[in-house]
């Protein structure tokens, strides 16, 4: 009979270790999993994010009325079938999440429908951007970030935390930060500390913004070179408008040709984003 109490007895069992290029940190606190779960809507189809011994996937599956659980690690894609085989509300997928269909594998489900994942810390970035990708599809996301990460994302304009991140994450949904867990919650314990956020998609993103994609590329320029005003670290993007262009459109904006980034809300960037596009620039090609 297999012991699933804690992740350090699961791991010795079957001689795995926690491999720390995958970001294994392992939920032990049960409560920071409840706390999560109790988050997602009644009823959902919940994808969860890197399952690693099912500590998450325990609390989830009391809830959600059928749960995907993506791990790419084939030794704890094993546990995890020998854990939850027989529940046939809950399906082990085993594979990367940086590859996976996530908008197909929502859009087969009916709403509700929610994404939770303790995130490995690494990939942290090119997975949200991919869930973020699919925010028409789901109701809330509710992910363990490293904490700086979890600031930066909710972060308001002229903070120190407030980066292109912070703007990205708020274009698309509203940034609840939940709690925060430290790093004995864990096995084995991380360096750093973690936090929960919650994320909903706003309803009408996009609406009055000419191009998206120069958005996108403009928030991304704004703060790349983040001691310099904006229009010089725009100007030094590859592909940049020609200052001329710069200048004029920040007037329209109504913006001091001497601001830097930092200093946009949101808004700003949008109406900014806006004069550009009516000066004719198109935002390069990533
Ligand atoms: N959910 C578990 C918990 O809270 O105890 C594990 C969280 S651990 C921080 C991150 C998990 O994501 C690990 O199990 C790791 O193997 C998995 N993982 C890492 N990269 C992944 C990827 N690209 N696709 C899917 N899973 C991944």
Redesign the pocket.
């Known amino acids: 009979m297999d012991d699933f109490t804690s ?1 350090k007895r699961i791991l010795s069992a079957r001689r795995l270790r926690p ?1 720390k290029r ?6 032990v606190d049960p409560r920071f999993a409840a706390r999560i779960a109790a988050e997602t809507p009644d009823h959902a189809y919940v994808v ?6 099912g ?2 996937t325990t609390a989830l599956a009391e809830r959600a009325r059928r749960l995907d659980v ?4 084939r030794g ?1 894609a094993a546990v995890l079938r020998d854990r939850f085989g027989d529940t046939s509300t809950i399906h082990i997928v085993e594979g ?3 590859e996976d269909d996530l908008a197909l594998r929502l859009a087969s489900e009916a709403p509700p429908r929610a994404i939770c ?4 810390y690494s ?1 942290t970035t090119p997975l949200l951007e991919r869930i973020i990708a699919t925010a028409a599809l789901w109701d809330c996301a509710i992910l363990m970030v490293q904490r700086e990460y979890a600031r930066r994302m909710r972060a308001r304009p002229g903070t120190p935390d407030y980066s292109s991140l912070s703007v990205f994450v708020q274009h698309f949904c509203a940034v609840e930060h939940l709690f925060d867990a430290g790093a004995s919650g864990f096995y084995p314990a991380p360096r750093v500390a973690s936090s929960v956020i919650k994320l909903r998609p706003h309803a009408h993103v996009n609406e009055g913004l000419a191009d998206p994609a120069l958005l996108l590329w403009l928030v991304r320029a704004a703060f790349a070179q983040r001691r310099k005003t904006l229009a010089n670290s725009v100007a030094a993007q590859p592909g940049a408008p020609s200052n001329a262009i710069l200048i004029a459109a920040l007037q329209q904006s109504r913006l001091p040709g001497a601001i830097r980034g930092e200093r946009l809300a949101h808004d700003d960037f949008v109406t900014l984003a806006n004069a550009l596009s009516a000066q004719g620039f198109r935002a390069p090609a990533r």
């Open positions: 992740p491999r995958l970001g294994q940190n392992f939920l969860e994010i890197g399952g690693g011994t500590a998450l993506l791990e790419i690690d704890l990367d999440a940086l994942g303790n995130l490995p990939i």
